[in-house]
């Protein structure tokens, strides 16, 4: 019975194609919508949070965000006292960073290009946290550490921007850091993972007048202090936990020794932020993001629906005879309950069937365009689809019991 | 076919007013009248005699206000919808005027349009409704569409699809009225084959020369019923 009515349904639609088809489009556009927003959606927190993803959850990032007490909350000693002792604190690493102008020697020696980097001085408790792979050559050595060696370590983006190639070990890099002149050897190429981090802790704002070279340059810190003395203090830790468990706790504790140390501080001299906390940040306002446009993809399947609803009327008006023919040889009202109900549900059916394939050619195109990989979620689809059928359902429920309800002998008169 | 002892149809003092704001409209006036399984009767009468409700009300496709009527030897007035709507389905085929079929079906579907309601398998349907146009002499036309062909041919397979299902009573409104003379004498010769068969067949019309093919002739008037003899003369 079931599969009649649906037989039935499908010749009704079919003997009304154009018909049909732009009753559906209000469905096919929002069912589109739907899977294009849930879609694109998902590769994108994907690709936001997946490298902060391999970094871990158990580090965060400490910064001195009043300056006016000058740059003395952090102080080396507090450092010594972290690291001989906090409890869950697995490593701490002190980080300066500066904008960088970066002079290069082009290859046939006369002319030199000019850019602006970011550079990252990096303690020996730097790699404890964030790891750098070396691609080429070799990281920094202790000696590097301790004596404030002029070597440089620059990412693949910054080799190839800087020299033309990734293999960039043994090159020259003149460098100008605040007032400082630095005449650094590469000694290694390496890959990081703290790339979207830099906007995080770098904050600089674009010079604009100048090319802003790509990628990450460090430099041990105990170069940096070499030209510009020893610091009273720090304004950005790095830190990491023994755990993801306890990172929001030793955090805590973390900046409670740093203000008892420091009275002088005030309430939001210190600014954490966990690394675990921005993922979760990220993906909550993606997701409300996702779930807005849902909501407006949402109404137009409702617009959609009721445009169903209109054309379902309309048909039955047109069918009225019909109805009373199926009537006199034997139909009962839940007989044309159900042909008129199948009638609706296959059309917002199909619309939700091509909604998805049309929502998924869109995704696979946004996708490829922007460099996101494809996420795709067959219980999206199927929900998509059901949906779209309970669309159907809900609005064709009116127009059915419309036509279950005429007279038979009314409509059997009826022209 | 069900061996019911008494009657087919019964109708005792049965009528039917229409009721609609302050207009009242009695269209059948205690109607008594008997119908034999195996009959061949006509309800002969001029347009707005009540001919049509009393066809509506046998073919149970409405209901009386007054009197009662039994089909088969049970009280129709206390069916719900569906149940007439059952009836219908299992023990009543109509055939129209205007041969209602339904446009989009090829002749073969139109057949097999109430086995649809009986939960009939498809090959089975598929099978009867191509023994029913057989009959009729149509199975060679099961797959054109109603506006293809004649209407007598329509005719033809509005009689198959009444008889599609083996009902008890083939009910059949101004059959030949659409039609012109020489198709009109085929479905009455079709009906009269029927009958032949053991069927019962109530013909509504109100053209007294095919009202004279019938066993046996009611006039209707006014809402009101009288025998007619076979044989007397009409005026």
């Known amino acids: ?415 | 076919m069900t061996s019911s002892p008494g009657p087919l149809i019964s109708l005792r003092r049965a009528g039917k007013i229409y009721q609609s704001g302050r207009v009242r409209f009695e269209a059948l006036r205690e109607i008594d009248l008997e119908v034999a399984a195996g009959d061949y009767l006509a309800i002969l009468g001029p347009s707005g005699s009540g001919k049509s409700t009393l066809m509506n009300i046998i073919g149970c496709l409405d209901r009386l206000t007054s009197g009662s009527y039994l089909f088969e030897g049970d009280d129709v007035s206390g069916l719900t919808d569906d149940g007439l709507a059952l009836l219908r389905n299992r023990r009543i085929g109509f055939v129209f005027q205007s041969f209602n079929l339904l446009p989009r079906l090829d002749i073969l579907e139109n057949v097999e349009l109430p086995l649809i309601y009986q939960g009939v398998s498809r090959r089975e349907r598929r099978e009867r409704a191509m023994a029913q146009l057989e009959t009729v002499g149509l199975a060679d036309w099961r797959r054109h569409l109603p506006t293809e062909i004649s209407g007598g041919q329509k005719q033809r397979v509005a009689i198959a699809r009444a008889l599609v299902t083996r009902p008890g009573l083939l009910l059949a409104d101004e059959p030949t009225g659409n039609l012109d003379s020489r198709s009109a004498a085929d479905i009455m010769e079709v009906l009269e084959t029927i009958h032949a068969a053991g069927r019962t067949v109530l013909l509504i019309t109100h053209d007294p020369g095919v009202a004279a093919r019938a066993r046996r002739q009611v006039h209707i008037i006014d809402g009101r019923l009288t025998e007619t003899p076979v044989g007397r003369p009409l005026t």
Not at chain 1, 11 to 31: K, Q, W
Not at chain 1, 278 to 307: H, R
Not at chain 1, 370 to 399: C, E, H, K, T, W
Request: aromatic share 6%; proline share 3%.
């Open chain 1, 1 to 415: 019975m079931i599969r009649d009515a649906v037989r039935m349904a499908w010749r009704s639609l079919r003997a009304n194609r154009i018909r049909s088809l732009l009753t559906m489009l209000g469905i096919i556009v929002g069912i589109a919508a739907v899977i294009a927003v849930v879609s694109i959606g998902e590769g994108g927190k994907d690709a936001i949070l997946g490298q902060f993803r391999e970094i871990g959850a158990n580090q965060f990032l400490l910064e001195v965000t009043d300056r006016r007490s000058g740059d003395t909350l952090v102080t080396p000693e507090d450092l010594e006292l972290l690291r001989s002792g906090l409890d869950g604190l697995e490593a701490v690493s002190a980080l300066q960073q500066r904008l960088g102008l970066t002079r290069k020697a082009r290859p046939d020696g006369r002319e030199s290009t000019e850019g602006y980097a970011i550079v990252a001085a990096i303690d020996p408790w730097y790699t404890d946290i964030l790891a750098l792979e070396t691609i080429a050559g070799r990281q920094f050595t202790d000696s590097d550490h301790h004596q404030g060696t002029p070597v440089i370590l620059v990412s693949e983006s910054t080799a190839e921007a800087l020299y033309g190639t990734t293999d960039a070990v043994g090159r020259d890099l003149d460098l100008t850091l605040s007032n400082y002149r630095l005449q650094a050897r590469v000694v290694g190429v390496v890959r990081t993972l703290s790339g979207s981090l830099q906007s995080e802790y770098g904050q600089m704002a674009d010079a604009g007048m100048m090319e802003r070279v790509p990628g990450e340059l460090f430099i041990p810190l105990a170069t940096l202090e070499r030209l510009e003395g020893r610091p009273d203090g720090y304004v950005m830790l790095m830190a990491a936990s023994t755990g993801p468990e306890n990172t929001g706790e030793v955090a805590e504790r973390l900046t409670a020794f740093l203000r008892r140390r420091h009275p002088e501080a005030t309430g939001n001299s210190y600014r954490v932020v966990v690394i675990a906390d921005i993922l979760e940040q990220v993906d909550t306002v993606i997701g409300y993001i996702t779930a807005f446009i849902a909501v407006v993809a949402g109404i137009s399947l409702v617009v959609g629906g009721i445009g169903v609803m209109n054309i379902m009327l309309v048909s039955v008006t047109e069918r009225t005879r019909e109805i009373g023919i199926r009537r006199a040889v034997g139909a009962r009202t839940r007989d044309i309950l159900a042909q008129i109900l199948a009638e609706a549900m296959v059309l917002t059916f199909i619309g939700g069937v091509l909604g998805v394939v049309l929502g998924l050619v869109f995704t696979y195109i946004v996708t490829r365009i922007v460099g996101f990989s494809m996420v795709f979620d067959p219980r999206v689809i199927v929900l998509a689809v059901l949906f779209s059928s309970a669309v159907g359902l809900f609005f064709g429920l009116y127009p059915a019991r419309r036509a279950a309800r005429l007279d038979p002998i009314e409509a059997l008169r009826h022209e």
